[in-house]
């Protein structure tokens, strides 16, 4: 009982309501009406639960019923009134005009480099959407945490020339929450990579604060809450739904799973790397897959060497593109450089296209 209060206990209230009103699409006169109950209920309960000292009777109650409260009334209200549009920074154009523009000689490589680093499918052939759907690579044309990680991984290791000074990493921080903030809205603000944003922002912040810092979990619940807060409507989205069970899988799951190894007491090496691809996917799927089922009435039954083949072509290939473009941004003579650059990128997204055909012709 002692934590019953915490972040956890009040994002998951919070966001039970505001699932209850998604669900009743109650107006705002009536949304009392229908709140009364619960929170009439939750008091009954809580004050038949003998197991709960007297005490602790006043916060379990009020608490938890405040906040599913609040979650009805926050999407009733919201929703008469309507959500606010998120602005929208310019850039992902510029960044699809230089994807190709940057010399590029592969026949659909910059078309999939426009959908990984802008979210822009439409140069891609249907056969090649096609392809990525049945092999269980979609995800990987879907702008999520996988893109704004490596983008905040790469600007990570840039900043890091600047020190380990607090400075600088309030700095280091200040520039890729940034970064990843202008990159989430520039390119649409999908609820996956909002998702990923916030993810990113708050760790950031709380590594700044070691005596407090949040665990997974905190962290998890504190980004669903605030994602909802700002965008309820959010808590219908197929993406939103489907982004958070794949990230409870990572932070309840994964952990455990991608220890066995060690615990066999294997080497390190290849192995190791493969073993964390595979649970980190196998991770994933046993919380998204009944749901993906029921909307979709689909099951990838090849995501696992999907993944093991697509996820480390797709970082090495988005790692390689963003320096390519960087370099062709900068005002510097580079010729040899950006001939090896265009070539490795060339190969790379040549090698993610067959290998996503012949695993989706299987």
Excluded at 122 to 140: D, E, K, N, Q, W
Excluded at 204 to 231: D, K, V, W
Excluded at 233 to 248: D, G, H, K, P, Q
Excluded at 332 to 350: N, P, R, S, Y
Aim: aromatic share 8%; hydrophobic share 50%; charged share 10%.
């Amino acid at each position: 009982m002692k934590n019953f209060c915490g972040i956890e206990a009040i994002s998951l209230c919070f966001v039970a309501g505001v699932a209850l009103a998604a669900w009743l699409e109650p107006d705002m006169e009536s949304c009392y009406l229908l709140c009364a109950p619960g929170v009439l209920a939750c008091t009954a309960l809580t004050l038949l639960l003998p197991a709960v000292p007297p005490r602790s009777r006043l916060p379990f109650l009020v608490i938890p019923s405040a906040f599913l409260l609040a979650g009805f009334v926050h999407y009733c209200g919201v929703s008469a009134v309507g959500e606010p549009a998120l602005p929208r920074p310019g850039g992902a154009e510029r960044l699809r005009r230089a994807i190709y523009g940057c010399g590029l000689e592969g026949a659909e490589t910059p078309a999939l480099l426009a959908a990984l680093l802008t979210g822009d499918r439409s140069g891609l052939s249907r056969s090649t959407v096609a392809a990525f759907r049945a092999s269980g690579a979609a995800h990987i044309l879907a702008l999520s945490g996988l893109h704004l990680g490596v983008l905040y991984v790469v600007i990570s290791k840039i900043c890091g020339t600047l020190g380990r000074s607090r400075a600088a990493g309030v700095v280091r921080s200040v520039l890729c929450s940034g970064a990843c903030l202008w990159y989430a809205l520039a390119t649409g603000a999908s609820p996956s990579i909002i998702r990923a944003f916030l993810f990113i922002s708050l760790r950031e912040t709380s590594s700044h604060f070691p005596e407090r810092s949040a665990g997974p979990l905190s962290i998890y619940c504190t980004s669903m809450f605030l994602q909802i807060l700002a965008t309820p409507s959010v808590i219908r989205s197929a993406a939103f739904e489907l982004s958070y069970l794949a990230v409870l899988g990572i932070i309840t799951v994964y952990p455990r799973l991608d220890s066995w190894y060690d615990a066999l007491g294997k080497a390190r090496g290849p192995l190791r790397r493969i073993w964390s691809i595979a649970a980190l996917s196998i991770s994933c799927q046993l919380f998204t897959a009944p749901l993906s089922w029921a909307l979709f009435g689909n099951f990838p039954v090849h995501f696992l060497i999907t993944n093991l083949i697509a996820l480390p072509l797709t970082e090495a290939l988005t790692v390689t593109a963003l320096l390519l473009l960087t370099l062709s941004a900068l005002p510097i003579q580079a010729g040899a450089v950006h001939e090896v650059l265009t070539k490795a990128v060339d190969l790379l997204a040549a090698a993610l296209l067959d290998a996503i055909k012949v695993i989706a012709s299987e």
